[in-house]
């Protein structure tokens, strides 16, 4: 009996199902990575976004993904832009397996911030994004690892004081902050302000457009201010241009202080001895020596697999890529221990995971972290889990990191977060999680 058309029509159907049936259970955890690589944001964007590439592959390769759940990912090209970031963010979220967002960058992180709730997907901002998002309890979705820009820039008036004998020796002096004029550099303002009325400094606010290729009219009000110490928050070419400015005027280098995406080997190398003397704010400790970085040397470039080219290894911001992805990765471990192991995870279950990290010295050893960052913790109420940062300086050929570490100071910032947090929630007419919520 000839088969109908109805009847083949139908087999087809089924053999499509069977086949995208097949597809969609295959085991990967796609991670959507939001990149720059073009404009003049590129030098510093480039080896953070390799650097993310680059550990996800050495997961594959050496561990076979996480408990045998392969990794993906896709980059899209921002450009630094908010607009664009939205985009990409819009583009990827549907992806089978979508894990969480690393917007990377503050602007795209404000404009995400009210759509991660709605679509259940977990924003990491590592050091950067919204400051008062360390309140787990009022962002349920985000999550600024290891220091937000009010951490910052407490850490960073700490170490100021304590060159002086003290914060109280601060009161009288003039500070400027120097500042991309974005939501990235206004953000340390209030926190600042806040300093400046306890120990009575005076806080002159100097706005630098976008990207910060021009800064002559900035620094003639340093030269004519002459501020006692200068803090940067730039990023890009901003940073360099500023410290050009700064030799150019005559400011001392050893003077200014900036934020740590202000001090990076693109921030200095145009500038060599020009800058000598420059102190910036080290999250993370840099170079090839860390286990992870030999990993990564040895099973993805000296594979021929790796993103950029082989001497970025270890680079500064190149290993806060690693770090991010590192985090991303074990999130998504620890939800696999309680959602269930070898299993691709929700960005709900990823959330969770997220919420509920607990990277001991020993495990950082483990994981070929040792000596790159401090233990990190998260809670229901604490998404950030470590407020911890080092001042490194600039000897005009590389960069010399201080074995002082310093903590954030919980008593300022704590107040300022739960007060900006509790503000939030009233504009956006939302309300505080519940504690029986921090078991979802």
């Not at 159907?13 to 990575?33: D, I, N, R, W």
């Not at 510093?44 to 996800?56: E, F, H, I, S």
């Not at 303002?189 to 005076?202: D, N, S, T, V, Y």
């Not at 100097?206 to 910060?212: H, I, M, N, Q, Y």
Request: with cysteine; aromatic share 10%; charged share 20%.
């Amino acid at each position: 009996m000839k088969p109908s058309k109805t009847l083949i029509a139908a087999a087809v159907v089924l053999a499509s199902s069977v086949a995208t049936g097949a597809f969609a259970q295959t085991k990967e955890q796609f991670f959507p990575l939001l990149s720059y690589r073009t404009g003049p944001y590129a030098p510093n964007g480039v080896p953070w976004a390799n650097g993310k590439q680059d550990y996800l592959k050495m997961i594959n390769a050496r561990d076979g993904g996480i408990n045998g759940v392969k990794l993906t990912f896709e980059e899209c090209e921002t450009g630094y832009a908010t607009d664009r970031g939205v985009e990409c963010y819009e583009r990827l979220k549907s992806r089978p397996g979508v894990t969480l967002f690393d917007p990377q960058s503050t602007g795209i992180t404000f404009a995400l911030t009210e759509k991660a709730p709605v679509d259940k997907i977990p924003l990491l901002t590592l050091g950067y994004g919204l400051s008062v998002a360390q309140d787990g309890m009022a962002f349920k979705w985000n999550f600024p690892y290891m220091g937000s820009y009010w951490t910052g820039a407490d850490i960073l008036l700490q170490h100021i004081g304590k060159e002086n004998g003290g914060l109280d020796k601060l009161k009288g002096k003039k500070i400027a902050l120097v500042y991309h004029d974005s939501p990235f550099g206004k953000e340390p303002i209030p926190l600042l302000q806040e300093r400046a009325k306890m120990h009575g400094f005076e806080l002159q606010l100097l706005p630098v457009t976008a990207p910060g290729v021009e800064q002559k009219a900035t620094w003639l009000q340093v030269r004519q201010s002459r501020p006692d110490y200068v803090l940067l928050w730039g990023w890009g070419v901003m940073n360099s241009t500023a410290l050009k400015e700064a030799q150019a005027t005559g400011y001392p280098r050893d003077k200014m202080y900036g934020v740590w995406w202000a001090g990076a080997e693109p921030d200095v190398r145009d500038v060599g001895a020009g800058a000598k003397g420059y102190h910036a704010l080290a999250l993370n400790g840099s170079g090839t020596q860390p286990k992870v970085m030999q990993d990564i040397l040895k099973t993805v470039h000296d594979k021929g697999q790796g993103t950029g080219p082989k001497d970025e290894v270890g680079q500064v911001l190149y290993t806060r890529g690693v770090i991010i992805q590192m985090l991303g990765v074990e999130a998504v471990r620890k939800a696999q221990e309680r959602f269930g192991k070898g299993k691709v995870m929700t960005s709900e279950q990823v959330r969770w995971g997220m919420e509920n990290l607990n990277l001991d010295q020993k495990r950082l050893d483990a994981l070929g972290f040792g000596g790159v960052m401090r233990p990190l913790q998260t809670t229901c109420a604490d998404h950030m889990g470590s407020t911890w940062a080092r001042v490194q300086t600039w000897d005009g050929v590389k960069w010399n990191i201080g074995n002082d570490w310093y903590q954030a100071d919980e008593a300022v910032i704590k107040p300022m977060v739960k007060s900006g947090a509790a503000k939030y929630l009233a504009d956006k007419k939302m309300t505080a999680r519940v504690a029986s919520d921090c078991n979802s």
